[in-house]
Structure formats: C-alpha cells, structure tokens
C-alpha cells in the first residue's frame, strides 16, 4: 500500500465529494459528485478533518478500508461534520467558513521497537485491553511533538494513561498517510 498514489484530479475529486456530502446533509438533498477513477474504488481507511479559522472542528475516519475510498470519503465527511463528539453539529452558516483535509492510510504495521515510529512520517494507534486511540501523523508535527510525546497523547486519546505505552500488553501499530486539503 505504501506505493498506492492519488494523482491531483483524484484528490480534487475526494475533496469535492467530501464538500458536497456535508453540503447534501445540511440542504436536505442528495449530493451531486463527479464520478470516481479506478484507483478511488481502491478499499484503504481514510480520516477527513474540518478547521474552521485553522482550528480542529471535526474529524473522523476509519483506520481499515471496509468500503471503496471514495464511499469511506463520503461517509466520514458527514461524520465529521455532524457527528464528532467533540463537537456540535455543523451548522448551515458554518459551512462556507469550514476548510476540509483528507488522510488516506495505509496498512496499519503492528511494531514492538517504538524507535520505528518517525514524527511527521507516521500516525500512531495504540490498543490495550478494549480501548484504542489514534492520532494522524500530522498531529505530531502541528503540536510540535517528539516520539516520547506523540506516544503519550495517543495514549490519552484512548482514555488511558499517558504512560500506557510503555506497558508490555499496548499493541502500538504504525501507518502513513497521504494528506491534502483544500487551498
């Protein structure tokens, strides 16, 4: 999957049909999309953030691909946007104010050497007894993080200790991302 490219009509196409999903939901109508290539029917996880003004406003994603990239997109667009618990429900006068980024994945590769994990490079998701968390590999290069730090919030991002990591049963998996947004 490393090798697995998204040509820049391919990215405009995720990103217009993440746009017209929210767009679809909040008007009420069915969506007008254009239509996906060969490479998009590809089945890999994706995330799909929203900033308004540059701050976080919603992001959800599926870290597997059960679906063809293009459907994962339209469904993690609306989940983003009304469905974030972080956050209310996207509102109508909110939606030209909104920037979207999408983080298509690969493979999640299941590691024990925690020196593995390159900062900017990979996105980290810890499992431990019946929680997990994730964190994109931007995160780290936004919050100015090192590994040590990166390794701690995704550990409180699975509502565990900061220190879970260390802890022999934490299976931590590493994967890369291609990410784009809108300009």
């Given at each position: 999957?490393?090798?697995?490219?998204?040509?820049?009509?391919?990215?405009?196409?995720?990103?217009?049909?993440?746009?017209?999903?929210?767009?679809?939901?909040?008007k009420?109508?069915?969506?007008?999309?254009?239509?996906?290539?060969?490479?998009?029917?590809?089945?890999?996880?994706?995330?799909?953030?929203?900033?308004?003004?540059?701050?976080?406003?919603?992001?959800?994603?599926?870290?597997?691909?059960?679906?063809?990239?293009?459907?994962?997109?339209?469904?993690?667009?609306?989940?983003?946007?009304?469905?974030?618990?972080?956050?209310?429900?996207?509102?109508?006068?909110?939606?030209?104010?909104?920037?979207?980024?999408?983080?298509?994945?690969?493979?999640?590769?299941?590691?024990?050497?925690?020196?593995?994990?390159?900062?900017?490079?990979?996105?980290?998701?810890?499992?431990?007894?019946?929680?997990?968390?994730?964190?994109?590999?931007?995160?780290?290069?936004?919050?100015g993080?090192?590994?040590?730090?990166?390794?701690?919030?995704?550990?409180?991002?699975?509502?565990?200790?900061?220190?879970?990591w260390?802890?022999?049963s934490?299976?931590?998996?590493?994967?890369?991302?291609?990410?784009?947004?809108?300009?």
């Amino acid at each position: 999957m490393d090798e697995f490219i998204i040509n820049d009509e391919e990215k405009q196409i995720l990103l217009t049909t993440a746009r017209e999903s929210i767009a679809g939901r909040l008007k009420k109508r069915g969506g007008v999309f254009p239509a996906p290539t060969k490479n998009l029917k590809t089945r890999c996880g994706a995330f799909v953030t929203l900033h308004k003004q540059g701050n976080l406003r919603g992001c959800i994603g599926q870290m597997t691909g059960r679906m063809p990239l293009i459907d994962t997109i339209k469904e993690m667009a609306v989940s983003s946007a009304f469905n974030d618990p972080r956050f209310p429900s996207l509102g109508e006068e909110e939606f030209e104010q909104i920037d979207i980024e999408i983080s298509v994945l690969t493979p999640l590769q299941k590691i024990k050497d925690i020196s593995l994990i390159q900062v900017g490079k990979h996105g980290i998701f810890i499992q431990k007894g019946g929680s997990s968390g994730v964190l994109l590999p931007q995160v780290a290069t936004e919050q100015g993080w090192d590994r040590d730090t990166f390794l701690t919030h995704t550990c409180y991002k699975a509502g565990l200790t900061g220190s879970c990591w260390k802890d022999a049963s934490a299976e931590i998996s590493i994967f890369s991302a291609i990410i784009f947004g809108e300009k």
